[in-house]
């Protein structure tokens, strides 16, 4: 992803009708991992306790599916990409947790790259495309719909910010160790299924 922004920096600038051959292929193997996450999800009988997950793999397939049917928008899609470099801290952090680790020095570095990553990758990106598409309306195709997407994905993001700063920096309690929400007995719930 970086690289197909630092070499084409017309990524960032022309998120309606720039791509590259690279940046399509990005997105039709990024549109599949949706496709075959939220397939694992239902087939797994997840779906009610991950509806949220849902939520935002059904609204990332739509609008990479459009991306991939019309050629517009791939740019777009790269940089909506960056949010997941936010995925390997909190996946590190949900490893750290079931291991019950939350009070070694490495949770403790995690918390903290957690944050910077969640600010830096995944609000700043949300951030950046919200504006684009609002400076950008009058002159952009089918860009309400994509404008309704985000916006919800914006609530969903800061709603998960907001349970990530609880969770880690403002806990009132040992036996809380929620992660997305989830309390300790639920965990377990969901482990014995």
């Known amino acids: 992803m970086l690289h197909l922004v630092v070499v084409w920096p017309?990524?960032?600038?022309?998120?309606?009708?720039?791509?590259?051959?690279?940046?399509?292929?990005?997105?039709c193997v990024s549109t599949g991992y949706f496709v075959q996450d939220a397939g694992d999800i239902i087939l797994t009988g997840h779906a009610r306790g991950s509806w949220e997950f849902l939520l935002h793999h059904a609204l990332v397939i739509w609008c990479f599916l459009y991306a991939l049917y019309t050629q517009l928008y791939v740019a777009g899609v790269v940089i909506a990409l960056f949010v997941e470099v936010n995925s390997v801290t909190l996946h590190l952090r949900l490893m750290l947790k079931?291991?019950?680790?939350?009070?070694?020095?490495?949770?403790?570095?995690?918390?903290?790259?957690?944050l910077f990553t969640y600010i830096f990758f995944r609000l700043s990106t949300q951030f950046y495309i919200t504006w684009y598409f609002v400076n950008n309306y009058s002159s952009l195709d089918h860009v309400?719909?994509?404008?309704?997407?985000?916006?919800?994905?914006?609530?969903?993001?800061?709603?998960?910010?907001?349970?990530?700063?609880?969770?880690?920096?403002?806990?009132?309690?040992k036996s809380y160790v929620g992660q997305n929400g989830m309390h300790n007995n639920n965990f377990k719930k969901l482990l014995s299924e």
Do not use: W
């Not at 990524?11 to 940046?23: D, F, G, K, M, R």
């Not at 070694?104 to 995690?110: L, W």
């Open 10 to 27: 017309e990524t960032l600038s022309n998120i309606h009708s720039y791509y590259t051959p690279l940046s399509y292929l990005l997105t």
């Open 98 to 114: 079931l291991s019950g680790a939350q009070s070694s020095s490495m949770y403790h570095i995690n918390k903290f790259a957690n």
């Open 144 to 173: 309400g719909y994509f404008l309704v997407t985000i916006m919800m994905m914006n609530i969903m993001i800061f709603i998960y910010f907001y349970r990530l700063l609880r969770a880690d920096f403002f806990s009132q309690s």
